[in-house]
C-alpha cells in the first residue's frame, strides 16, 4: 500500500496555472526526487500536500487518509513534515523550544491542566523535554540548546529545522532545496546525513533540489517538472539523458 | 531523566505570604486610604497588562482596544451586584461576580478572536479597535444601565486583599500557560505562523486561547475596578485613555515578559498619579511616552526577556558538562 | 420624498468632507502599509488652523468673507501639509523598517497627542467658524439647495479630481504608485522614495486641511475632540472602499455619508449612528477586507 497517492493534482493562482496533472505514488522507504526550472511548481505541490494551499483539483491520500481540506497542523500531525526553500525556524527562540514546539499535537494535556501544573502536566513536559535533547543530541546540536536559534551557523541552522520536522513523528519527509547555499563539499556531506536519517527514523522522502549531484546521488527516482508539468519520471540515468529535461534546462536546440 | 520538581517555587509561597498583611494593614489603619487606593489601581493595572501582553508580547498581535473587555466585566459585575443579587451577600458573592464579569469579556475575547484567524497586522488592530467602539458605543445605547451617563449604587467590595489575591492568580495562570505547549504554541506564532501550523501547532486554539485569557482577566480588572470606583460609564473604557494607558504599560515594562508587565504597570501608575498636578497635561505625556518608546526602545525594559523567580524550574538548562563526546550517529551535515 | 432627496444632498455634502480626509489615509496606506490612524487629529488641527487663519483674516484684516475663504483655504492646506510631513520625519520615518506593530501603535500615539496638546493649550471649549460662503438658497423641485452645499460638494469634487489626475497622470503621481507597488525596488529604479512619501503625506494633508474648511462652512461649531469621531469615520470609509484605492476612498466616503445621514431616519435614536459605522467596518474586516474595489491578496509561501 503506497504510502502517499497524488492523483491529477492540479492548481491555479487566479489565471496563472501553477500545476498540471501531477501524479505520484510513494511507497514506504523511498527516496524520490522533484526537479525543474524555477517557476515549475516544485514548491507548491509541497504546500499542496501540507495544506498550506488547497488544490484546484485532484486527490492527496496519505497512508489512506485523504489530505485535501485539512488544515495544515492536522496534516502535520498524521506523519508528514517539511522543511523550507529558505530557512524558517522560529529565530528568537531557544534551539531547544525550536524542537519542543513540533511535539505541539503529541502532548495531551488541555489548557486546565497546564494552568494548574498537574503531575501529569508535569510528567508530559519532562518527557518532551528529554525527547527533544535526545533528538538534539542525535544531530550534534546539543550544545547549542540553550541558544536562540539565529545564533547558529548556517549550517547547522539547517540541520535544526531538520531535527524540528522530525520531532514531528514523521514518516514522509518533505525537503525543499536542503542543498541551497551549500558547496560541494558540504553537499556530499547533506546526502550522506539525509541517507542517515531515512534510516535511522524510517522515512519515506521526497526532495526539491537544483543542485543535479545531490539529486543524482540520492534519489531512486526523479520526477522532473517544467511550467507546473510533469516532462519526465524515472530513474537517474534515464532522466540525465532525457531531451525534454534538457531542453527545459537548457533550451531548445541544446540537446545532443 | 530530568524530572521537573513537584514543588511550587519559593517565590510564589514569598507572595502569598503577604496576603494576610493586605489583609491586615488597612483594618489597622496603618495604611492611609489614598496609598490603599494607589495600590488598588496598581494591582489592576497588572491583570490588564498581563494579559494584554499575553496577546501582544508574547503572541505579536495587534490587540489595541483591551479595555473593551474590562468593561464587558465591569458592567455585568455591576449589574449582578446592583440588581441581581442580595446585597447582603455582596462580600461572598464577590469572587463569583468578578469570574462572572471575568467570563462574559472572555466571550467577547472569543468573538474577537475570530477574525483573527485570517487577519493579522494592521487588519486586526482595527477590528480590535471596532471592537473596543463597538462595546462602548453599545453600552452607551441601553438605556437600562445608563448609557452615557453611566451606572452605579455598586457597593465597595474591592479592597487591597482581594486585589492582591487576584493578581496573584493572575500572575501564575498566565506564566502557566506560556511555559505550557499553548505558550510555546504562542510564541511560534508571533516567530513564524505558517511555519508553526507546519509542525503541529494548532493555530486557532492558540489565538483563541490567548485572546479569551487576556480578555477573562481583563474582565475580573473591571469588575474589580466597579466595585472600587462604585461608578462606572462608557467613556471609562475607551480606547483613550484606557486602552491607550494598558498599551502603554505593556511596550513599557517589556513584550514577552511577565516580570516586564508587573514592572510596567507599577511604573505607570505610581508616575501618572505623581504627575496629577500637571492635571490635563498628563495625557499629554502618556502618548508622547508611547511615541517615544515605539521609536527608541520598542520591546521595552524587560523586553523578551523573563524574571528568574517567575520561570519553572524545568525551563533553566544547566549546561552539560564535558558532554562533548560526538556519538556515532549523525554524519556532519554542514 | 422631498425629504429624502434634501437628505441626500446632505449626505452628499457630508460624503464630499469624508472624501476629502480619507483620500489621505488612503493614500498613506498606499505607500507605506502604514494605517495613519493620526490623520483625524490632523484633520482636527486643520480646523482650528482654519478658525485662526479666517477669524484673523475678516476681523483683523478686513478682507471680504470671499477673498477669506480663498486665502483660508490656502493657508490650511499648506500648514496642515507641513504639520503632516513634520509628524512623517520625526514619527514614521526612524519606524521605516520596524515591525508593524510600532509603526500602528506609534501612529496611535501620535493622534492622540494632538488632541490632548490641543486640548490642553486651547481649552476644551467649541470654536465657532466664521461663515464665509453668501449663503443663497436655491429652490429646485421642491428641494432647497444651500450654497454652501453647493460650494462643498463642488470644491471636494475638483481636488479630488486634481488628486486622481496627479496620481494617475503625472510623474510624481507615478512614481507614488510605484512605491505602493514595491518599496524596495523603487529607489532601485530612481524613484527618491523618502521625497516621495513626503509628498504622499503632504498632498493627503492637504486636501484634508480643505476639508477641514469646508466642514467649518456646514458645521460650525468645531472642538479638540472632533478628530476621532470624523477621523473615524473617513477611516471606516477608507477600509469599505478599499484602502490604498483612491475611488475606492470616494465611494466609501459617501457611503459613509449616507450611513450619518440616513442612520437617525432608519433607526430610532442618532447615538446608533458609531454602533453602525464600526459594526459596517467589522463585517467588512472580517468578510471583504478588502474593500469594496480592492483586490484580495494571495500570500506566498
Redesign the interface.
Known amino acids: 500500500m503506497p504510502l502517499l497517492q497524488i492523483e491529477g493534482l492540479t492548481h491555479y493562482f487566479g489565471g496563472l496555472r501553477a500545476v498540471y496533472d501531477f501524479n505520484l505514488e510513494l511507497e514506504p522507504g523511498e527516496l524520490v526526487g522533484i526537479i525543474g526550472p524555477n517557476g515549475a511548481g516544485k514548491t507548491t505541490i509541497f504546500n499542496l500536500i501540507t495544506g498550506v494551499y488547497v488544490p484546484t483539483r485532484g486527490k492527496i491520500v496519505f497512508d489512506g487518509t485523504n489530505l485535501v481540506g485539512l488544515p495544515s497542523h492536522r496534516i502535520a500531525s498524521l506523519g508528514v513534515a517539511r522543511t523550507f526553500q529558505t530557512i524558517r525556524l522560529f529565530r528568537d527562540l531557544t534551539v531547544l523550544d525550536n524542537v519542543r514546539i513540533a511535539h505541539y499535537s503529541q502532548l495531551r494535556y488541555g489548557v486546565a491542566s497546564a494552568i494548574a501544573r498537574t503531575r501529569a502536566f508535569l510528567a508530559e513536559e519532562d518527557r518532551v523535554r528529554e525527547r527533544s535533547l535526545e533528538l538534539l543530541r542525535m544531530l550534534n546540536l546539543e550544545r547549542y540548546a540553550s541558544l536562540p536559534a539565529r545564533a547558529l551557523p548556517y549550517g547547522e541552522q539547517r540541520r535544526l529545522e531538520i531535527a524540528r520536522a522530525l520531532a514531528c513523528r514523521p514518516r514522509l519527509l518533505l525537503l525543499d532545496e536542503p542543498a541551497a547555499g551549500m558547496n560541494p563539499g558540504e553537499a556530499a556531506r547533506l546526502m550522506e546525513f539525509i541517507q542517515w536519517v531515512r534510516r535511522e527514523f524510517s522515512l519515506t522522502i521526497l526532495l526539491i533540489e537544483h543542485q543535479m549531484r545531490v539529486v543524482m546521488g540520492l534519489c531512486e527516482r526523479i520526477m522532473v517538472l517544467d511550467f507546473g508539468e510533469t516532462i519526465a519520471h524515472g530513474p537517474p540515468e534515464e532522466i540525465r539523458r532525457h531531451p525534454r529535461v534538457l531542453e527545459a534546462y537548457l533550451g531548445r536546440g541544446t540537446a545532443l | 531523566m530530568h524530572k521537573t520538581s513537584r514543588k511550587p517555587q519559593l517565590i510564589w509561597w514569598v507572595l502569598l505570604a503577604f496576603l494576610p498583611v493586605t489583609v491586615v494593614l488597612p483594618e489597622l489603619g496603618l495604611i492611609n486610604p489614598y496609598l490603599q487606593q494607589v495600590f488598588m489601581y496598581v494591582g489592576i493595572n497588572i491583570i490588564l497588562t498581563v494579559g494584554l501582553n499575553l496577546v501582544n508580547g508574547y503572541m505579536g498581535e495587534f490587540s489595541v482596544g483591551h479595555a473593551g473587555f474590562m468593561g464587558v466585566g465591569a458592567y455585568v459585575s455591576a449589574i449582578l451586584t446592583v440588581w441581581v443579587l442580595p446585597r447582603q451577600y455582596g462580600p461572598f458573592l464577590f469572587p463569583f461576580v468578578l469570574v462572572a464579569g471575568g467570563l462574559a469579556a472572555a466571550l467577547a475575547g472569543l468573538v474577537v478572536a475570530i477574525p483573527s484567524f485570517r487577519t493579522r497586522g494592521d487588519y486586526l488592530a482595527i477590528v480590535t479597535l471596532a471592537f473596543n467602539m463597538i462595546v462602548k458605543s453599545a453600552i452607551e445605547n441601553i438605556e437600562a444601565v445608563g448609557g452615557p451617563r453611566g451606572f452605579m449604587g455598586m457597593d465597595k467590595l474591592t479592597n487591597m486583599a482581594w486585589v492582591y489575591a487576584w493578581t496573584l492568580l493572575t500572575l501564575y495562570c498566565v506564566r502557566n500557560f506560556v511555559y505550557s505547549r499553548y505558550g510555546r504554541g504562542v510564541l511560534s506564532i508571533r516567530e513564524d505562523e505558517v511555519a508553526a501550523e507546519l509542525v503541529t501547532v494548532n493555530t486557532r486554539q492558540c489565538k483563541v486561547l490567548a485572546f479569551v485569557i487576556a480578555a477573562f482577566f481583563a474582565g475580573v480588572a473591571g469588575g474589580l475596578f466597579a466595585h472600587l470606583l462604585q461608578f462606572i460609564n462608557p467613556r471609562s473604557f475607551a480606547l483613550f485613555p484606557k486602552s491607550t494607558e494598558i498599551l502603554v504599560m505593556v511596550y513599557l515594562g517589556g513584550i514577552g515578559s511577565i516580570g516586564g508587565s508587573v514592572l510596567g504597570a507599577t511604573i505607570f501608575t505610581v508616575v501618572l498619579e505623581l504627575l496629577r498636578p500637571l492635571g490635563v497635561w498628563r495625557w499629554v505625556v502618556v502618548p508622547l511616552t508611547l511615541v517615544l518608546l515605539m521609536i527608541f526602545r520598542p520591546t521595552g525594559i524587560m523586553g523578551l526577556r523573563e524574571w528568574r523567580p517567575f520561570i519553572p524550574p524545568g525551563e533553566l538548562l544547566r549546561p552539560a558538562p564535558g558532554r562533548q563526546e560526538v556519538k556515532a550517529g549523525a554524519p556532519a551535515a554542514d | 420624498m422631498v425629504h429624502i432627496l434634501q437628505q441626500v444632498l446632505n449626505a452628499l455634502q457630508l460624503g464630499s468632507v469624508y472624501a476629502l480626509i480619507c483620500l489621505g489615509y488612503t493614500m498613506v496606506y498606499g505607500v507605506l502599509?502604514?494605517?495613519n490612524f493620526a490623520h483625524g487629529d490632523v484633520f482636527m488641527v486643520a480646523c482650528y488652523i482654519g478658525f485662526f487663519a479666517t477669524t484673523y483674516f475678516l476681523t483683523r484684516g478686513h478682507l471680504a468673507p470671499t477673498t477669506t475663504f480663498v486665502l483660508g483655504m490656502m493657508l490650511a492646506m499648506m500648514l496642515t501639509a507641513l504639520l503632516a510631513v513634520l509628524i512623517e520625519r520625526v514619527?514614521y520615518r526612524?519606524?521605516r523598517n520596524?515591525?508593524?506593530?510600532?509603526?500602528?501603535?506609534?501612529a496611535?500615539?501620535?493622534?492622540?497627542?494632538l488632541?490632548?496638546?490641543t486640548?490642553?493649550t486651547l481649552g476644551p471649549e467649541p470654536r465657532h467658524m466664521p461663515a464665509l460662503v453668501p449663503v443663497v438658497n436655491y429652490h429646485v423641485g421642491g428641494v432647497v439647495i444651500s450654497s454652501v452645499q453647493v460650494v462643498t460638494i463642488a470644491v471636494a469634487v475638483l481636488l479630488m479630481l486634481l488628486l486622481d489626475t496627479t496620481v494617475m497622470k503625472t510623474m510624481t503621481g507615478m512614481a507614488m504608485r510605484a512605491v505602493s507597488f514595491d518599496r524596495t525596488v523603487a529607489p532601485l529604479l530612481g524613484v527618491p522614495v523618502n521625497r516621495i512619501i513626503s509628498i504622499t503625506f503632504a498632498l493627503g494633508a492637504a486636501v484634508a486641511g480643505a476639508g477641514g474648511i469646508l466642514y467649518g462652512q456646514a458645521y460650525p461649531i468645531i472642538d479638540p475632540y472632533m478628530g476621532?469621531r470624523i477621523g473615524?469615520w473617513a477611516?471606516i470609509a477608507a477600509?469599505v472602499g478599499g484602502i490604498g484605492n483612491i475611488r475606492g476612498a470616494m465611494i466609501g466616503s459617501f457611503i459613509l455619508g449616507f450611513i450619518e445621514i440616513f442612520t437617525p431616519v432608519v433607526l430610532p435614536?442618532s447615538?446608533?449612528r458609531?454602533?453602525v459605522a464600526?459594526?459596517l467596518?467589522?463585517l467588512f474586516?472580517?468578510f471583504r477586507?478588502t474593500g469594496i474595489l480592492g483586490q484580495p491578496a494571495?500570500k506566498k509561501?
Open positions: 502599509r502604514l494605517i514619527a526612524p519606524l520596524a515591525p508593524r506593530v510600532s509603526a500602528v501603535i506609534t496611535l500615539g501620535v493622534g492622540i497627542f488632541e490632548n496638546f486640548l490642553a476621532i473615524w477611516f477600509v435614536s447615538t446608533y458609531d454602533f464600526f459594526s467596518l467589522l474586516l472580517v477586507p494571495t509561501v
